[in-house]
């Protein structure tokens, strides 16, 4: 099946820092999902891409659906301590199908 | 948009006894519904999900089993609760044009 790796595993940075993360599949996904969890919560959506080549932004959030349609990227600007936690993205290859999770992204901010 | 209802936020069991965990969902009718499991600062293992009532299947085999008596309820189940039972168990539901995934609040279950 469908696998998506997810990287970095982790990351730890400074307060005002920008932040870049990404997920590659060795398949084709036609939507991207990012997702953001807090401890002790459920996952909210962030941003959904539909189109190759799509860039969306929520905030000081931006993602980007690869032109491939094997990847997307999420970067986050001027970090801040509220930011941190665990960042998932998902990728579905065509309507009706199941979401494929990647393994995660564990964001540490200090202040 | 549609939400997922999910209780209780924690909940203490000790081994060998039963398990029952609902989860209910608004603002959507006949959604596909997830049952994942996350151990600490992991990612999401799917366990169970169910496209209609009635109609469950299943990722991995395990102690526990899923239920869905309606359309908009969905349940997770064990008769006798294992120490490896312990875990974040989140439901999830999607439907719709968008398709996009929603979580409920999560369950911390801890079997002693």
């Known amino acids: 099946g469908q696998q998506l790796n997810q990287s970095p595993q982790s990351m730890f940075i400074q307060e005002g820092e920008d932040v870049s993360m990404n997920c590659t599949s060795s398949?084709?996904?036609?939507?991207w999902l990012w997702y953001k969890q807090d401890p002790g919560e459920g996952p909210v959506l962030l941003i959904a891409?539909?189109?190759?080549?799509e860039l969306t932004s929520n905030g000081r959030l931006t993602a980007q659906f690869g032109i491939t349609r094997k990847d997307s990227f999420l970067n986050i600007s001027a970090s801040i301590p509220s930011d941190v936690g665990i960042y998932f993205c998902a990728g579905r290859p065509n309507a009706g199908n199941m979401l494929t999770f990647g393994g995660g992204t564990r964001l540490m901010v200090k202040p | 948009s549609q939400t997922i209802h999910q209780w209780p936020a924690t909940l203490v069991q000790p081994v060998g006894s039963p398990l029952s965990l609902e989860c209910t969902v608004e603002?959507?009718?006949?959604?596909?519904l997830y049952w994942y499991r996350q151990a600490a600062g992991r990612g999401l293992q799917l366990l169970f999900y169910?496209?209609?009532?009635?109609?469950i299947s299943s990722e991995v085999p395990q102690n526990l089993s899923a239920s869905r008596p309606q359309d908009r309820q969905f349940i997770l189940s064990s008769k006798k609760l294992l120490l490896s039972d312990s875990g974040f168990y989140l439901c999830a539901g999607d439907g719709g044009v968008t398709e996009k995934l929603f979580f409920g609040s999560g369950t911390q279950l801890s079997v002693l």
């Open positions: 603002g959507t009718s006949n959604p596909n």
């Open positions: 169910s496209v209609g009532i009635g109609q």
């Open positions: 891409l539909y189109k190759a080549g």
């Open positions: 398949s084709i996904f036609n939507t």
